[in-house]
């Protein structure tokens, strides 16, 4: 059947090619979008990069993506999609799903007669969709559109089903959804039951406690000494040999989209959008996707000025049931990413300028099974003040010593919230992230285990904020602890089957990150109690315990205290921050702010288990000296 003409009122025409079926860069050289030599440069970075020329160019600033969909309409003699005047109709798109769509970059816009139009960008891709899309269609014929105008027509159409599965991706046994009750009573009656504890029996009560924060001392001190072990005595795991991705006939560089959930970003955004524009790698193939939260202006306005290039744009997450989180937004935005490799970076990053290089490398040496590589966090305004300098500290002994330890004994990595990049299909194959969960970062790494793949480290650093105010720095603590409570929950739920899954050492490992984390702070009061015996003051348990058993528990308290400041102090020097050893012995004052946020922590996993307390960025300044690095 022959090809029915649009209406011109729901179309801009174009003439016909003037030449038959040129390829595309002579039509933008003949009109003067480019030069001879910017044509040959693309051509060249083409057949290294395996991008379409289209892409390239307009990646490079040369073109926009209206004078490539101009060439593409000379080429091809299709007409233009008018969305405005016309959108996509509703009883089509209910035939398709939005995945297709998404995928494809194609979606349905009008039937007229016995003919339905498709919407594309790239219609070099739609020959080999016709055959499937006339089966559900009947005929079928092709409009064109930009890359833009299609996802926001695909958003728009498909609202509703998006926004749900953003809600529900993960499933439901291994999501803190609906047990917003259970994780609500499991706090409030631990609580009560110590309460009534102390009342009637403090003396017992204080035994159990204390009995039961040094056994997760113990834990937790003994996860830690082993991945220093096997960080610091052992040399990093041999990789396979590979190509080199960058030279020609080499396996191709892969597209990586990079997350970048905002949420009322004001101070921020133009220095995110000016950091990230001195990235190194191709960008015809970086991907990076701002991710708003619908109705948030503040943020919108604040990138209109930052003026975004064309390889950065912005996926607005529609609100839908309330629901206002990082993971719930990453996960809508996860359907729009056009990249087999995902990463997170937050809106107070800085990271390497080559680390998009080093992941794919890091990929495409890896073996299958790993899913996840971390890359290592740290600070640039370490001199801000003290809370600053403690928690350059302790990011020092996690990200340069302990995690790397842990992913080196191949347990369950808690995966930081920023600087992860994952294998899409295996992504996608563990349903994203946890919408209700706020440190889906954990949740994530968990459920990686447990499905049987792997994290592993990489050197690049990502240097982001400092939270460097008390009362900030207690409610981004809180958020983490009510976190990990839950994520701890949701796993316990059911143990056989987590050890069946895990096996004995990595579920050993988890007990003894989750409860170790947790204790230290949650259980602060009790391991203080321990300072006043080192001290000469006595212990609430001297009546009932001998001198000796309170000694030595006095003493594995102190004994962990000096291995944790060991271990802090290898961790600066690593970081080249040897300025930092003189304050390595105040983290005795600075982790009981960790108390208050436990107890804030706590009251919000009974009556707000789901609350997003959010952290404030742009408040401090990059140091002007900081350590011997400089941030980008």
Known sequence: MATLPLRRDLSRRVPPPRTGHQPLGRHLVESGDITPEQLVKALHLQRTLSAPLGEILVADGAISPAMLLAALQRQTGLN???FETSPAAPDLCLRLTPEFCLHHRVIPWLRMGEVVAFATSRPDRFEALRPALAAIFGPVIVVLGTEAEIEAEIARAYRAPLAHKADTRVAAR????GIGPVVQM??????????????ITPVAALTALSVLALFCLSLFLTLKL??????????DPPLPERQDGGALGGPPRPRVSVLVPLYRESRIAETLVRRLTRLTYPKALLDVVLVLEEGDAVTRSALRAARLPHWMRIVEVPDHSGLRTKPRAMNYALDFCRGSIIGIWDAEDAPAYDQIERVAEHFARASPDVACVQGVLDYYNPRTNWIARCFTIEYSAWFRVILPGIARLGLVVPLGGTTLFMRRDRLEALGGWDAHNVTEDADLGVRLCRAGYRTEMLSSVTYEEANCRPWAWIKQRSRWLKGFLVTYIVHMRAPLQLWRDLGPLRFLGMQAFFLGTLSQFILAPVLWSFWLFLLGLGHPLQASASGQVILGASGAMLLAELCSMSIAMVAVIRARRGFLIAWVPTLLFYFPLGALAAIKAVAELIFAPYFWDKTEHGVAQVDAKHGGHRPP
């Open 80 to 82: 233009r999609v008018d």
């Open 174 to 177: 291994f999501s803190c959804r």
């Open 186 to 199: 499991i706090p409030a009656g631990l609580l009560v039951l110590t309460a009534l504890a102390i009342w």
């Open 226 to 235: 082993a991945a220093v072990a096997a960080q610091l005595l052992t040399g």
